[in-house]
């Protein structure tokens, strides 16, 4: 069985063995045999992972961006309303929230100037549990210092 061996590499030069009729490989090359699909599956693992990622930092952003935008609105709809009462301007500002996509977690009323705090939940693929993103704002009367 090592003779035929030997003697199908001498006649193919040494170098090279004959493996159909057409196909010809360097002898010794079946070892990698398959690397490649291991090599393009890892690498697919690695671009999945960095696309969840990013898209996980995208809709983090993209939250932050909507919890500040809704402390703002809030604010600004609470202090419209802040010579009806403590009441209803957090009921405003509430409101607002809302319809903002947050949910109003503290609101304080200061004279004429109303504090605010909006808490966006969002749901991201890495997290188990889902992410809170907070973010405040304060609306009151314009004086020469800024708001009172």
Do not use: N, Y
């Amino acid at each position: 069985m090592v003779a035929g061996l030997q003697g199908k590499r001498a006649a193919a030069g040494g170098r090279w063995r004959l493996v159909g009729l057409l196909l010809a490989r360097p002898v010794g090359w079946g070892s990698d045999r398959g690397s490649g699909v291991v090599w393009v599956v890892g690498f697919m693992a690695v671009v999945w992972v960095v696309a969840v990622t990013a898209m996980t930092v995208g809709s983090v952003r993209a939250a932050r961006h909507r919890a500040d935008a809704a402390a703002d609105l809030a604010a600004l709809a609470g202090a419209a309303r802040v010579a009806e009462g403590r009441a209803a301007a957090c009921r405003a500002a509430e409101a607002i929230a809302a319809k903002s996509g947050g949910r109003l977690s503290a609101c304080g009323v200061r004279g004429r100037v109303v504090e605010i705090s909006v808490t966006v939940v969002l749901k991201v693929p890495i997290a188990t549990d889902a992410l809170r993103v907070s973010s405040r704002a304060r609306a009151g009367p314009v004086g020469t210092e800024g708001v009172f």
